[in-house]
């Protein structure tokens, strides 16, 4: 499985939305939780969200509960992230991301997508 860059980042006001996308290549897409994680300069590459096989489960981050919200679409290989009432200290670059099993940590990430620009101003 290969995982794009997401697409869809930039800089936005705060209270603003943003929707990012991760488009994924391989026939294997549908076996794997897909998700989105996000780091700043110095820190760790923190969770943010995930999705299920199926689409019947998700899960977030406690920053993010409320706000943001993930789809995956696997027909078309796709994963999404819409971003609403977005904060400034959502200021990060988010990188997309597939695993076999569902996971939290970034060290039981399978595969990772090349990160973009999300930048929430004040």
């Known amino acids: 499985l290969r995982c794009s860059s997401g697409v869809g980042g930039g800089l936005v006001q705060a209270g603003g939305s943003l929707r990012l996308s991760c488009q994924a290549s391989g026939r294997a897409f549908g076996s794997y939780y897909m998700g989105w994680f996000r780091q700043t300069p110095g820190k760790e590459r923190e969770f943010v969200a995930a999705?299920?096989?199926?689409?019947?489960?998700?899960y977030f981050a406690d920053s993010v509960r409320g706000r943001f919200t993930i789809s995956r679409n696997n027909a078309k290989n796709t994963v999404s992230l819409q971003m609403n009432n977005l904060k400034p200290q959502d200021t990060a670059v988010y990188y997309c991301?597939?695993?076999?099993?569902?996971?939290?940590?970034?060290?039981?990430?399978?595969?990772w997508g090349k990160g973009t620009q999300v930048t929430v101003s004040s």
């Open positions: 991301a597939a695993a076999l099993k569902a996971t939290r940590r970034s060290d039981g990430i399978d595969y």
């Open positions: 999705i299920s096989w199926s689409g019947g489960s998700s």
